[in-house]
């Protein structure tokens, strides 16, 4: 009974609104069987301020907790440490990479902080530095400071989220390195725009491989960072989805 009321108010209030609005195809599919008239359906992304997220030329000095300069290749992920996210190819490339000139940054806070932060010291992961959340306002210059972001998705959890940090870190012009799998909102997303290293199978090796080629290629990390940067000016900046908002309410 509790799944089928859930099931029957969900229906409802799509019925009942003029418009309902979902950010990617895949979940337009998704929900579209639920819908009397289809046209009330409208897909419209989530936007990225490009004032605020953008390439620095000039990086500031990063607070005393991350360190001086050791000239390596920085490889970035900040967000939620949770269930969302698939650490095993991260620890395994890690492992790997250890003697290699890379150095991984997670900054975050969650359920699996601990797990990972013991992970790390069990496997003598010298290479991995973990940092507690770091202000809005800092975001930006450390998106900049990282030469490589990554994403990597448990697979039971990949097709019921899409993460935001991805128009951010795009709109620094910066290269991704993503683990999920093809049938994502997430992999929709950035097929085709030449900006990430999509890993889809052999989660660790790939995942692995994926980082080692972005790091020995700079070239390759500054095309793909641009193709990004590209991607979200011409289609995710906030003036351009505000006015497909705009429009959409102008023809309710």
Not at 3 to 11: N, Q, S
Not at 43 to 61: E, G, H, R, S
């Amino acid at each position: 009974m509790f799944i089928y009321y859930d099931v029957f108010r969900e229906k409802f209030i799509y019925n009942n609104s003029d418009a309902v609005i979902t950010i990617d195809n895949i979940f337009y599919s998704t929900i579209l069987p639920r819908f009397r008239d289809s046209r009330k359906l409208h897909i419209i992304p989530n936007f990225v301020d490009a004032d605020l997220y953008k390439p620095l030329i000039n990086i500031q000095k990063l607070p005393a907790i991350f360190g001086e300069e050791n000239g390596k290749i920085k490889i970035l992920y900040a967000g939620n440490i949770g269930f969302f996210q698939d650490w095993e190819p991260v620890l395994f490339a890690a492992k790997e990479l250890l003697d290699e000139n890379i150095e991984f940054w997670i900054i975050g806070e969650g359920v699996q902080k601990e797990f990972l932060e013991k992970e790390v010291q069990n496997l003598n992961l010298t290479n991995v530095r973990i940092f507690p959340y770091q202000s809005r306002e800092l975001i930006p210059i450390i998106n900049n400071y990282a030469d490589i972001h990554f994403i990597a998705i448990n697979k039971q959890m990949e097709k019921e989220g899409f993460p935001s940090k991805v128009y951010t870190i795009m709109a620094c012009a910066k290269p991704l390195v993503v683990v999920t799998g093809e049938k994502t909102p997430l992999f929709n997303f950035l097929k085709g725009n030449n900006c990430a290293e999509i890993v889809t199978f052999d989660r660790n090796v790939s995942f692995t491989n994926s980082i080692r080629k972005l790091a020995n290629n700079k070239e390759l990390r500054e095309e793909m960072g641009i193709n990004g940067y590209n991607e979200i000016i011409k289609n995710y900046s906030k003036k351009v989805v505000v006015s497909k908002y705009a429009n959409l309410l102008n023809s309710i």
